[in-house]
């Protein structure tokens, strides 16, 4: 079961000082800073090389077109993008393909970085694009008042599955809602729970270092309500991979 929004909340340690020391100790301070690399999918990390994190940038840029078709909307239209969880940067830079500005959100300055850097490095042809860099609090909400302007497309890769709790999925996605345009668009990648011991969902702070890879998961159903729940209108579940149960979500509001 599915709840509503109202009845969806975090639990009051994942708000509290502790609760930042535990992401930061794994997307911050890590002690090994090849493997937080890897698992925020920098470029040229052991994940990704550059052809790699290239091919990233454009399959989801690709999605995004395939969204505003999808809403209807015409190419070519000014839009302002919001990445949730940038990571090394490549749904920034994918958002960069179609919008005017792009607003990067993430727990880790140091993502935000990268994130700010690969825009600066000239990989990635076009206009200039604005760029707003946001480090997150445990607290989703805060971040609606710091945004510079409303949300014509809201990304989030490669994050969802590794929040500490799944009420800050519900979080997340209704900071998003009260941010975005009428009929703006949406694409949120989840690792979805097919009812095997591995990718059930691993809660809770105690256990965050040692599960934070598999800690949230959804059923695909429980996501689709979820979205419902909040108001956005799904479109489609997309690019479903079976060897690691991830799936995307395309929305519109």
């Not at 077109?65 to 070519?76: C, E, F, I, K, V």
């Not at 959100?105 to 700010?116: F, G, Q, R």
């Not at 302007?149 to 979080?171: K, M, N």
């Not at 909040?230 to 060897?243: D, K, Y």
Request: net charge negative.
């Amino acid at each position: 079961m599915v709840t509503t929004p109202a009845e969806t909340t975090v639990d009051d340690a994942l708000e509290s000082p502790r609760a930042r020391a535990m992401a930061t100790a794994v997307w911050e301070d890590c002690d090994d800073e090849e493997y937080r690399r890897h698992i925020s999918h920098y470029r040229n990390s052991t994940l990704y090389d550059d052809a790699g994190f290239e091919t990233l940038v454009n399959n989801l840029a690709g999605r995004i077109t395939a969204l505003y078709r999808s809403a209807g909307q015409p190419p070519g239209q000014p839009r302002r993008g919001l990445d949730w969880g940038s990571g090394g940067g490549a749904s920034s830079l994918a958002l960069r393909r179609s919008c005017g500005h792009v607003t990067s959100v993430d727990i880790s300055s140091k993502n935000l970085d990268e994130t700010a850097r690969q825009f600066q490095s000239g990989q990635i042809d076009g206009a200039e694009v604005g760029f707003t860099p946001i480090l997150a609090d445990t607290d989703p909400s805060a971040v609606a008042a710091r945004l510079p302007h409303p949300i014509d497309v809201f990304v989030s890769t490669s994050t969802f599955h590794v929040l500490p709790d799944r009420a800050l999925a519900g979080q997340i996605l209704r900071t998003g809602f009260s941010v975005m345009r009428p009929n703006a668009v949406g694409y949120v990648q989840i690792r979805y729970d097919d009812g095997t011991q591995r990718y059930r969902p691993r809660q809770g702070l105690d256990g965050y270092a040692a599960n934070h890879l598999f800690a949230s998961s959804w059923t695909l159903t429980e996501f689709w309500a979820l979205l419902e729940d909040v108001g956005f209108r799904p479109v489609n579940i997309c690019n479903m991979n079976t060897s690691s149960n991830f799936a995307g979500f395309a929305f519109r509001k």
